[in-house]
């Protein structure tokens, strides 16, 4: 029997990374004038703030100096925090509030493993703070995902290892580092996300007596 759960926060307890690709683009377009296609969406999705603007500039073929993108970065972070007043408990993605519950009452211990520097903030306005044992600082570790740094932070936060855990994600970089991690991988999304243990379509999917049956086998 598994005894934690390490938790991405966008895209799997809400729905936060269009808040993030909206500020992005609109970062863009004041600085480049220059649009952003959908597609790059996925390439910023569960990695750290710093990691998502070289994958912009990269795109762009932009190179700007070292205070500069500090700066891009930050008057990103500042507009993203400003399109989360809009955060409710009604932002939680369908079935998560209950497969909290559940962990809860099995006596699972609860750590998020974000790359969002704002994770606080965010359980905050979701009401979910309470449920949450740990919160691994991704400031504090030493790689972003696709490395495990950040997984094995949040389990060790509970006082586990993280081959006592499980992680949820639902993007290839995060699964990744679940499985670099030594954590029980549970994805939430497509087929793109086949390299984790198991996988769900969506949250509202997520059965815990699934999980613990693949997790004791």
Same mark, same amino acid.
């Given at each position: 029997?598994?005894?934690?759960?390490?938790?991405?926060?966008?895209?799997?307890?809400?729905?936060?990374?269009?808040?993030?690709?909206?500020?992005?683009?609109?970062? *863009?377009?004041?600085?480049?004038?220059?649009?952003?296609?959908?597609?790059?969406?996925?390439?910023?999705?569960?990695?750290?703030?710093?990691?998502?603007?070289?994958?912009?500039?990269?795109?762009?073929?932009?190179? *700007?100096?070292?205070?500069?993108?500090?700066?891009?970065?930050?008057?990103?972070?500042?507009?993203?925090?400003?399109? %989360?007043?809009?955060?409710?408990?009604?932002?939680?993605? +369908?079935?998560?509030?209950?497969?909290?519950?559940?962990?809860?009452?099995?006596?699972?211990? %609860?750590?998020?493993?974000?790359?969002?520097?704002?994770?606080?903030?965010?359980?905050?306005? %979701?009401?979910?703070?309470?449920?949450?044992?740990?919160?691994?600082? +991704?400031?504090?570790?030493?790689?972003?995902?696709?490395?495990?740094?950040?997984?094995?932070?949040?389990?060790?936060?509970?006082?586990?290892? +993280?081959?006592?855990?499980?992680?949820?994600?639902?993007?290839?970089?995060?699964?990744?580092?679940?499985?670099?991690?030594?954590?029980?991988? *549970?994805? *939430?999304?497509?087929?793109?996300?086949?390299?984790?243990?198991?996988?769900?379509?969506?949250?509202?999917?997520?059965?815990?007596?699934?999980?613990?049956?693949?997790?004791?086998?």
């Amino acid at each position: 029997m598994f005894k934690g759960a390490l938790f991405d926060l966008d895209g799997v307890i809400a729905d936060t990374a269009v808040f993030h690709f909206a500020a992005w683009r609109n970062l *863009v377009k004041k600085y480049f004038d220059a649009d952003l296609p959908d597609e790059l969406e996925e390439k910023t999705k569960g990695v750290s703030r710093e990691d998502s603007l070289r994958v912009i500039l990269d795109h762009l073929h932009i190179s *700007v100096p070292s205070e500069e993108f500090s700066r891009l970065a930050q008057e990103k972070n500042e507009a993203y925090i400003e399109a %989360l007043d809009v955060l409710t408990p009604d932002y939680i993605l +369908p079935g998560i509030a209950d497969f909290i519950q559940t962990l809860q009452e099995k006596g699972i211990k %609860l750590a998020l493993a974000s790359a969002s520097k704002n994770g606080p903030i965010i359980l905050e306005k %979701l009401g979910l703070a309470d449920a949450f044992d740990a919160i691994a600082d +991704p400031a504090k570790v030493a790689a972003g995902k696709p490395a495990p740094d950040i997984f094995k932070a949040a389990a060790q936060g509970l006082g586990l290892a +993280p081959e006592e855990c499980i992680g949820v994600e639902d993007a290839v970089a995060g699964v990744t580092a679940i499985n670099a991690s030594g954590a029980y991988s *549970v994805a *939430v999304g497509g087929e793109e996300l086949d390299h984790a243990k198991l996988r769900f379509e969506s949250t509202a999917d997520l059965d815990f007596d699934k999980i613990t049956e693949a997790f004791n086998s």
